[in-house]
Each structure stands twice: as C-alpha cells, then as structure tokens.
C-alpha cells in the first residue's frame, strides 16, 4: 500500500469517527432537551452556581500491570454495553488513575483499560495515552452526572407535574408487584446515568431511582434513617421517605404510613416532602397534597410522569 493510500484510509476514518460521535452527541443532547444555540444568538443566561459533589461510579479495584492502568466499576452493565456509558466510565477511570497518581507512580501507565459489570466484569474500554505516564487534561464538557451546569432545579417542575387532579380511570391492580424499573420507560441518557451511579434500574427500588436522578442535577443526598434521606440543593432541603413493597405485602399505601410520612417530614423541618413509593396510592393522598403544598406522593402510577418531568426540565 502506498503512502497515499495509506493517508487517504486514515483521513477517512477520522472522518467517520467524527460523524460518528457527532451523531452520539446530537442524541445525549435530545435525550436530554438541551438546544443546540443557534449562530448568532447571546448566550443564554448561566444559572445560577452553587457547591457540587457529583456522584462518581463505585469503584471496586484498581491495579497497574506493565504498562496498563486498570480501573474496575460496581456499574450493571445491560446485554449489549452502551457506547455512551463506556465513554462516561473511561472518563471517570481516567480521573481514578489521576487521583492514584499523588501516591503511585505512573510514568509507565501508556494505557487506561477500564472494566464494569456486577457479578462478571467486563471490559467496557480502553484509551492509550498520547506520551507514557502523562494524562489528558481535566474535561470540562457537561457529563450525564453533573447536569446542574445546564438544566434548571428538576424538582420545581417536578412539583408542578405530579400535583393533578385525581385520575378517574380505573386501574387493574395486581396482587402482587414486580420492580417498578420495569414497568417504566426511561429515557437513555437517565438510564446510562443511574448505571454509572451503580444503580440497575430495572431493579432499583423507588428511592433509588428517584435519588439517582436528583444527584445527577445536583442534589447531595443523605441518609436519615431508615428509608428516608435529605435531598440538599442551592440551600433547600427535601425530606424524601420510602415505601417500599415486599412480597405479601397489600399493594396500595398503608393510610399509617403516610401519616407517618407526615410526622416525619414536619419534624424534618425541610422545605419539601416527598413520599415515594413500590405501592399504588390511595385517593387520600390528593386531599393530603391539597391541604399542604408543600408535601407530594410519588406512589407507583405516577413514577413515570416524575421521571419524565425530571429527565424534561
């Protein structure tokens, strides 16, 4: 093969890979409802800063082997592995091997190879480094898991869409209740960000579901007891309680666990409550939402208009 040939290939498949990721970051954008700004148009108005801890991926080992840095993530991983996913996560692995490397030496590292699954692991990617030992610098694109920078608080849109009017259809109820996750239609680019967390949606029970998502707008979550957390952003703080199903459980909401919700978030002193639960909820909780504004139920057949407020807003 000549050498123009040889330049011609390699023109070609920078260009495909280019059209490639610009495809894949055209479809994140969608998935997410950010607009591309148009030429010509002011930048719109930054929103407004406040301390962020984003959530990393769990990571369960880390090793340098000859010239290989690997970084090992806690992150369920689907039958096929999401290109998307395996971009977040060799990011992150990068960023795990830049931490290493105050206290280990690394100036042989030419290759990050990252590996994720739960249970089996797999090798998810791999990226060699342009010199021995020396890193890319710190990215400062948006990431599934600090979407704070572009998208508004979820929760006050949230708030709105989940305070409707009772809904007159009346609904089959199981006798018995599988995984939520299941049952709902998340968006990709939420899905890939739950997983990156190490949450498996299509196992998560409610409360996780719903804290994955708020940390990926930048809510610090945390525990405060069993079953429920504190969602902090921006200096408000939401009171969050779960009601979990467990086989031979009844399947709608106890009427003593949401006067127990309510004991609760009062003694919380948070700004918002809400009740999140497997279970479907009975009529009461309009009239409770009603009186108190400040409180919401998210029972099982509103999970899918929450998750689709908060992927939205």
């Known amino acids: 093969m000549g050498v123009g040939a040889a330049i011609f290939i390699a023109i070609a498949a920078l260009v495909i890979v280019s059209v490639v990721l610009s495809r894949r970051r055209k479809k994140l954008m969608d998935e997410l409802g950010i607009e591309k700004p ?49 971009e977040v996560l060799l990011d992150e692995a990068i960023e795990v091997v830049r931490e290493k490397s105050h206290a280990l030496p690394i100036s042989g590292v030419s290759q990050v190879v990252v590996l994720a699954g ?19 610098p710190l990215s400062e694109a948006a990431s599934i898991l600090n979407l704070s920078a572009i998208a508004p608080d979820p929760l006050s849109d949230s708030w709105t ?18 995984p939520v996750g299941t049952e709902l239609q998340i968006p990709t680019a939420i899905d890939t960000g739950l997983r990156a967390q190490g949450i498996d949606p299509t196992t998560a029970g409610p409360a996780d579901l719903l804290t994955g998502i708020l940390r990926m707008f930048g809510y610090s979550i945390t525990p405060s007891g069993p079953g429920a ?15 979990p199903y467990a086989a031979g459980d009844y399947t709608e909401m106890d009427p003593a666990a949401i006067r127990r919700f309510v004991a609760e978030f009062e003694s919380s002193k948070a700004a918002k409550g809400i009740f999140v639960s497997d279970k479907y909820a009975p009529f009461e909780i309009y009239e409770w939402e009603r009186r108190d504004p400040r409180i919401r139920f998210i029972p099982r057949e509103r999970m899918q208009k929450v998750i689709d407020a908060l992927a939205l807003s």
Request: charged share 25%.
């Open 38 to 86: 148009k030429r010509g148009a002011p930048p719109p108005a930054p929103l407004p800063t406040f301390d962020v801890v984003r959530p990393h991926p769990p990571v369960t080992a880390f090793h340098v082997e000859g010239d290989a840095a690997t970084v090992q993530f806690d992150v369920p991983l689907g039958e096929a592995i999401d290109p998307i996913l395996s």
């Open 161 to 178: 869409a989940t305070a409707t009017i009772p809904e007159t259809a009346t609904r089959v109820r199981e006798d018995h209740l599988g």
């Open 229 to 243: 957390f504190y969602a902090d952003r921006a200096g408000e703080r939401t009171f969050i309680l779960e009601d």
């Open 118 to 136: 739960r249970g089996e692991s797999r090798e998810v990617a791999r990226t060699k480094l342009e010199h021995p030992g020396q890193l890319p």
